[in-house]
């Protein structure tokens, strides 16, 4: 069984679920900012049914943790710098959400 492996928005997404079945670890590349990709495939991964770990990568920083989080990624790459100015706003800045989280 692998351990994990790594998506980048060059890859099928469609796809990925057989790809990642009965790895314990997903890693979803963010290559841009401005790219939600990685947050539709990891609904897309939780809702198809993959229970294992996922890891957002690349350009998402300490203002998305909280949208990573309610997609079902449990793991961020963030900083040192990002790190030392976590706080528990960042896991839970709004109340009410109209989307429910996928964990």
Not at 15 to 37: I, M, P, Y
Not at 82 to 93: R, T, Y
């Amino acid at each position: 069984m692998r351990v994990g492996s790594r998506w980048s928005k060059e890859g099928a997404c469609w796809r990925l679920l057989e790809q990642v079945a009965g790895e314990k670890k997903t890693s979803l590349h963010f290559a841009d900012f401005a790219d939600g990709r990685g947050y539709s495939v990891a609904r897309m991964l939780r809702r198809q049914g993959f229970e294992g770990r996922l890891r957002a990568t690349g350009a998402s920083g300490l203002d998305q943790v909280f949208y990573l989080k309610s997609c079902g990624f449990e793991e961020a790459a963030l900083t040192e710098a990002e790190v030392a100015l976590l706080k528990p706003i960042h896991l839970d800045p709004i109340p009410v959400t109209l989307q429910p989280a996928e964990r």
